[in-house]
């Protein structure tokens, strides 16, 4: 490259040329939120290797990766499901499935995609390979904390009606079981990695309900009944992401909400195991994959900070101000660095997890959810 | 293809042209010991898409994978260290580095390779990329057990002294600790997936040994020191491998050393939680990546055969006889499937996890080891 004045389009365009022998395993793609795009970034070279636009409104958003990290299926606000191909680094297929969508999943097996929708509410599973809906399943409801469990299976929540639903699609032919009285406004749901225990959180009631999915017939589980979630009335927007929570040996880690700390769960017994104060609300507390540590940040306004927290001592041991708004962390797969998305910064920030030092920063337009390519080898990611 | 009397070697080439855009998520190699070659496999395919030949010595062999999945490094009994490109489909680099090895690792951030030596003892640091040597490490001794952990660090022990050594590279030089008295004869190790804990088996008495690699100061950890490893002395070669541990839930499953069964200990307190009786001499107790089912092989004369186990009521649920010399297994990362390298029937299998049903056979010579890429964002393996 001969001049800084290059833009970043014409930089990104210089570093590989399309159709070049390309190795996915460490790959990775960060949704721009405001401009609707995705930033192709590899972590071996901690660089930006392309933008790829047209996804519609990404203001939130989250993906999940085909089996041969190849494809990314994108989950757009406005119902969209946007197939992208990081070889090609283009879109491969779009469809807009629904007014408003929450989230999706992908089965075990890479061959079927799911989304949850708000407008109109329910599910919609789709082939993997053309996008065609293969299953429309209404649940008038809003649904909620979609994820996909081993044996070609997924499980959501509604809002509206406090039931999970368990879509089997293991016989070709779609069986649901359904699961009542989870609590009063489930919010938000997750899978635990060996995708055995699905917890959501509620909304309208203290704690959170927890299935044992290798139960025959799954009964929901009372986890912290009293815990003390913040008794004013908050906005859905502020609670925290389940899909942060962290699992970490024989605990859980999760956000508390409405309050300054994170709370420490027992995996065996799912009763609390301790408490961590923390600098602001938390909205995602992740384990770096080796689990000792869990890196926490912030609601707003005191969304500028991050904190390490050790799982052992469950001590904070590290605090630092990457910059202003800091929306997602992604640890590499084997957990020596953590990418993290800095919105109005206008940065992703790469740290080393063991010294804490910064390493790069790449530039991204308000970038917020961050996804490695290694997620497709993963249960409820 | 128009014929069946097309040779293998050119079906293979005319699967796919090299060169086009390739995703490597979802690939594998499989060992073809007698041959020296690699098979190099597509799980959603489930076919094989080429032979890379020229590696020595694979009778007893393993290989571990570069962080994009791009690269592998193949380590042959013969002191080879072979560097394939499943990309491009060759061999990138080929070392012979000492006379007799015994497996090797990959640093957590993918820049360093180690080797585990008989002849010479010791281990032998690579640079990842060229395959020059960065540090050479004598132990006057057969050095076993090699793993990577967290940190840029190696794990490995001397089969004469009973000595474990920790080398760590994160300051860029070579700094090691040494921990005595891990016990007589350590034959083989493994380190949990979390990277906390390592653990020894042990020839030449009963019990293993476990280090918590978290604690500032590891002290050996004796485990299940009566268990009763068999009385009569047995060669090293039909020990069972310990790589092949299965770690589900809160317990850890491993092959008895001279008995019919698998043990159960549990992960908290290492101590014995359950026997399973067996079919015949395990040789690879291995779980299902959702940790519920632990597949079984055994050692000759039994090798024929697989048994199934659940890990709730720790009962066998499930035995089949995929054919003669069963010598390894591989499950997809999501483990909705598994391949089993059956070496006198020249095949490899495919089976679905749920339904026990064999999907798919491919024609392997000799196959022994099956490796896919997912390996590459996992610790240990």
Chains 1, 2 share one sequence.
Do not use: C
């Not at 590989?16 to 590899?42: C, H, M, N, Q």
């Not at 989304?115 to 429309?136: H, K, Q």
């Amino acid at each position: 490259m001969k001049s800084l004045g290059l833009t970043l389009a014409a930089a990104l365009f210089a570093t590989t040329a399309f159709g070049e022998p390309t190795a996915t395993g460490d790959l990775g793609l960060v949704i721009e939120r405001a401009k609707g795009s995705v930033l192709l970034v590899d972590q071996s070279e901690r660089a930006a290797l392309a933008r790829i636009e047209g996804l519609g409104d990404l203001s939130h958003a989250s993906l999940v990766y085909s089996p041969d990290e190849r494809f990314a299926y994108v989950f757009g606000r406005d119902g969209g499901l946007t197939k992208v191909d990081i070889v090609t680094r283009e879109i491969a297929n779009r469809v807009v499935q629904a007014g408003n969508a929450i989230g999706g999943a992908i089965s075990d097996d890479g061959t079927l995609v799911a989304v949850s929708n708000y407008e109109p509410g329910g599910v919609r599973i789709f082939d993997a390979d053309t996008l065609e809906m293969v299953a429309d399943i209404p649940t008038d409801s809003k649904t909620i904390g979609l994820v996909d469990a081993p044996g070609r299976r997924f499980v959501f929540t509604m809002w509206d009606t406090g039931e999970t639903w368990i879509a089997d699609l293991s016989s070709g032919d779609l069986d649901i079981t359904k699961i009542s009285d989870m609590g009063d406004r489930p919010y938000d749901a997750l899978i635990t990695a060996n995708g055995r225990t699905y917890i959501t959180g509620l909304f309208g009631e203290d704690g959170l309900t927890a299935l044992d999915l290798w139960d025959e017939n799954p009964q929901p589980i009372r986890v912290l009944p009293n815990y003390g979630r913040g008794q004013k009335e908050m906005p859905v927007y502020k609670m925290p992401h389940l899909e942060g929570w962290a699992h970490t040996g024989n605990e859980f880690v999760l956000p508390a909400v409405g309050h300054h700390e994170v709370l420490w769960i027992n995996s065996d017994t799912l009763e609390e195991s301790g408490r961590t104060q923390t600098y602001g609300q938390p909205v995602f507390a992740m384990a770096r994959p080796d689990g000792r540590h869990v890196w926490v940040n912030f609601a707003h306004p005191l969304n500028d900070t991050i904190q390490v927290i050790d799982t052992v001592s469950k001590k904070i041991i590290h605090e630092f101000k990457p910059g202003p708004a800091v929306l997602h962390m992604e640890f590499t797969p084997r957990g020596n660095e953590v990418w993290i998305s800095v919105r109005d910064a206008g940065k992703v920030m790469i740290y080393d997890t063991h010294s804490f030092e910064k390493l790069r920063e790449i530039d991204a337009d308000s970038p917020s959810g961050i996804f490695f390519t290694a997620r497709a080898h993963r249960t409820g990611l």
